[in-house]
């Protein structure tokens, strides 16, 4: 990805990274722009695009924290991302690669294809490179220690 062309979920992951989650402190646009090596008012307008889908409460100042909805979003990527990273492997692919192609693929999956591979693989509990996978299937919303954190920015 070329620097500057971000996606709304790796400004959320930014912020989880930066500890601005439910009951934590807000990031504000410089922060997070200097995280993603993006401008602060690209950074801005991104964060209200996240306030708008409801990701994240904006305070004064502008700084963001992501709402528990924004930490359930990240959670079900992360095991999006630990479900391909699996597959990819037991198909061959080193860790590294796999790591890199799921990233790419997890947003195209929906919860319902992510659901079935999850079953197929068998409920896997940890990705490749050992890091935990929730499961939001059985009520896990966090993604902390997941493989999605891993490798980031």
């Given amino acids: 990805m070329a620097r500057g062309q971000r996606s709304l979920l790796d400004y ?15 990031a504000g646009p410089s922060v997070v722009a200097e995280r993603l090596g993006v401008s602060r008012a690209t950074a801005a307008v991104m964060l209200r695009r996240l306030e708008a889908s409801g990701l ?17 979003v990240l959670a079900r ?3 999006k991302v630990g479900l391909l990273e699996t597959l990819l492997s ?13 990233r790419r693929l997890a947003p ?10 999850c079953e197929a693989l068998g409920h896997p509990d940890r990705c490749p490179h050992g890091s935990r996978i929730p499961h939001p299937c059985r009520g ?12 980031t920015y």
């Fill in 12 to 26: 959320a992951l930014a912020l989880y990274l930066l500890g601005a989650k439910p009951g934590g402190r807000p």
């Fill in 56 to 72: 994240v409460v904006r305070g004064p100042g502008g700084g963001a924290r992501l709402t528990r909805r924004g930490v359930g």
């Fill in 77 to 79: 990527h992360a095991w």
């Fill in 90 to 102: 037991r198909a061959g692919l080193g860790a590294a690669e796999a790591a890199r192609v799921a």
């Fill in 108 to 117: 195209h999956l929906d919860d319902s294809e992510a659901a079935a591979l």
């Fill in 140 to 151: 896990e919303e966090s993604p902390e220690g997941s493989c999605a954190l891993r490798f």
